[in-house]
């Protein structure tokens, strides 16, 4: 992401950062589609390794229509031989109808599974339909996705573990790091803790007990 550099900041996650803008010299830089080629030949050179790429904001459409234009999870699964998996957060609250849509776009690319990330810290995960709540996996529109692998339940943190977690983002380490942070006290790493095992035992759920494996 091009305005929000935040996974590279991770120093334990070794994040090799891309710059997909074009002309450094321009006050308005856009984004260059071809860089992503740069992220696809990394996966067809390397053997045994799992990538996370992450997205932001500010280029997603741009990496969706990369993808979709240029069939890059067919080639990655049938050419380079390893699984596409993409993981989406749905965010409660007024972007409840924005993430829906996009959860069925991207659920058209062919050839490709899909981990939800249920995310209720914003709000509910409903949607208003004639005066009614109605939870999106109720909806029609969910319902007819054929490719979910598992959705992800992030857990509802208190005013105190919000603080924890906040503590490991603004600090940009991780929640291993927070737990074995020697600045930090017993019960702010215990809270850490609790929360990386709940959200652990969540993607168990869904990579083991499903089977699922994990490239993009």
């Given at each position: 992401d091009p305005a929000n550099s935040t996974f590279s900041k991770f120093e334990a996650l070794n994040v090799l950062y891309v710059d997909i803008l074009k002309d450094e010299n321009s006050q308005a830089r856009a984004i260059d589609q071809s860089k992503f080629d740069r992220i696809i030949e990394s996966i067809s050179f390397t053997d045994g390794t799992h990538f996370v790429i992450d997205t932001g904001t500010s280029n997603y459409l741009e990496m969706y229509g990369y993808m979709r234009n240029y069939d890059v999870t067919s080639i990655i699964t049938n050419d380079i031989g390893k699984p596409v998996v993409i993981h989406v957060p749905m965010v409660g609250g007024a972007?409840?109808?924005?993430?829906?849509?996009?959860?069925?776009?991207?659920?058209?690319?062919?050839?490709?599974?899909i981990v939800i990330w249920d995310m209720p810290h914003l709000g509910k995960l409903v949607l208003n339909a004639n005066s009614k709540e109605v939870n999106y996996k109720e909806t029609k529109s969910f319902k007819e996705i054929d490719n979910i692998s598992g959705v992800v339940n992030m857990p509802v943190l208190?005013?105190?573990?919000?603080?924890?977690?906040?503590?490991?983002?603004?600090n940009n380490i991780l929640l291993s790091e927070g737990i074995l942070n020697t600045d930090l006290m017993l019960m702010q790493k215990t809270r850490i803790k609790k929360i990386r095992d709940v959200i652990f035992s969540e993607l168990?759920?869904?990579?083991?007990?499903?089977?699922?494996?994990t490239t993009v």
């Open positions: 972007a409840m109808d924005d993430c829906l849509n996009e959860l069925k776009n991207i659920a058209k690319l062919e050839n490709v599974k208190s005013e105190v573990q919000t603080k924890d977690f906040k503590l490991c983002l603004d168990d759920n869904v990579f083991i007990s499903e089977n699922v494996e």
